[in-house]
């Protein structure tokens, strides 16, 4: 495998090759473009038969971002935004409906409805956002606790525990969206990494952004072995996502899109086996408490709609919601009946919930109270 990084640009392609007589014949090609985007953060496109296209964010999530995200060496998948996140890319589309279970090697392993075979328009491409030159390891760890990795020289390698402490740990949380840091654990807490070691002593005053600002001792400058490994135990990898999940599944309602949290997104609806928007028309606080309420998310502080995190897809589910308050679920609510509306994705409604601080901080109560 050979990586080409783009001269004056942040662009990286994989390219798989082998050897065919005297010739390197290179396949499977994947890129990361668009406005705003870096190195481990952008448009996916992809390339064949000679042209680069996009992909369609038809059934995209986390799995599918976590195969681009190890496919670049980005480390892990934050987010998987669709709506042309990163801007709307040109024909060809070349994947639709991709299915990563998240265990493959290159994006092009995964299932999808064939190249250039879509329903699609680049309203709908896809992006990832990935950790980028920081990964937690582990066998059988959540996201968000594990063995600190960074990635230097191609090569991902641990951090040795001289100086570790908290301060360090919240630095890493913070640059992978875990929240924040409950435990720096040392002496390879969660087993020991290989070779190599790259970082030693390292000194965050806890403000830093990625764990590579931090001061250290340079790369490869150490006096360690892996039974110092360092390691972190975010926050984020919270109980009440447990609990989240299996409402969702209950409920059949989901806040999700670019920006959201556990309590604030795009209001989704689970019909007919299938998560669908709702429009914004009479959207409202009554609405939005129905929300709320029905996640555990404590009080309605806003009722945004235009679509406020990012468009979704097909279908709309429903419009002309009615609620007085005082429903246990959106769908006791006066609707207009699934299906029936006269919106686009640009009138997606969300909500803005109180309780993601508040839940927060008990959940991040009751996990200190279980490490300890």
């Not at 007589?21 to 705003?36: A, E």
């Not at 570790?164 to 640059?175: E, G, K, T």
């Not at 806040?255 to 309590?263: A, I, M, N, P, Q």
Request: a negative charge; proline letters at 2%.
């Amino acid at each position: 495998r050979f990586t080409f990084h783009g001269f004056a640009t942040s662009r990286i392609c994989i390219v798989d090759c082998v050897l065919h007589s005297d010739c390197l014949i290179c396949t499977h090609q994947i890129r990361l473009v668009g406005s705003g985007s870096t190195r481990c953060s952008g448009r996916v496109e992809v390339q064949h038969k000679g042209s680069w296209g996009t992909v369609c964010d038809n059934d995209w999530d986390l799995n599918d971002a976590k195969v681009v995200c190890r496919q670049l060496s980005c480390g892990t998948a934050l987010q998987a935004p669709g709506s042309a996140h990163f801007g709307q890319g040109s024909d060809p589309i070349w994947l639709d409906d991709v299915a990563c279970s998240g265990s493959e090697s290159s994006l092009t392993q995964c299932g999808h409805r064939g190249y250039g075979t879509h329903n699609c328009n680049h309203g709908e491409d896809a992006g990832v956002i990935c950790s980028g030159q920081i990964r937690l390891v582990g066998s059988g760890l959540p996201r968000c606790s594990g063995i600190v990795e960074v990635y230097d020289n191609g090569v991902w390698g641990t951090v040795c525990d001289d100086d570790w402490d908290l301060n360090d740990a919240i630095v890493v949380c913070r640059q992978l969206s875990c929240g924040t840091a409950l435990q720096a654990p040392r002496s390879a807490h969660f087993g020991q990494g290989s070779d190599p070691i790259w970082l030693d002593d390292v000194a965050c005053s806890g403000n830093e952004s990625s764990l590579t600002q931090c001061g250290h001792r340079g790369y490869g400058t150490h006096n360690c072995n892996h039974g110092e490994d360092a390691g972190v135990i975010c926050s984020g990898e919270e109980i009440s996502y447990i609990i989240v999940s299996f409402m969702k599944i209950l409920y059949q309602i989901r806040l999700v899109g670019f920006g959201s949290t556990r309590c604030s997104g795009r209001v989704e609806v689970y019909h007919n086996g299938v998560w669908g928007t709702v429009c914004d028309n009479d959207w409202d606080l009554k609405d939005a408490n129905v929300v709320c309420r029905q996640l555990s998310c404590g009080t309605a502080l806003q009722a945004p709609g235009s679509a406020h995190f990012g468009h979704g897809s097909d279908p709309i589910w429903l419009d002309n919601v009615a609620c007085s308050g005082n429903e246990s679920s959106l769908t006791e609510c006066g609707h207009r009946g699934y299906g029936s509306h006269d919106c686009n994705h640009g009138e997606d409604a969300a909500v803005i919930c109180s309780g993601e601080e508040i839940s927060y901080i008990i959940v991040s109560f009751m996990k200190i109270l279980c490490f300890s």
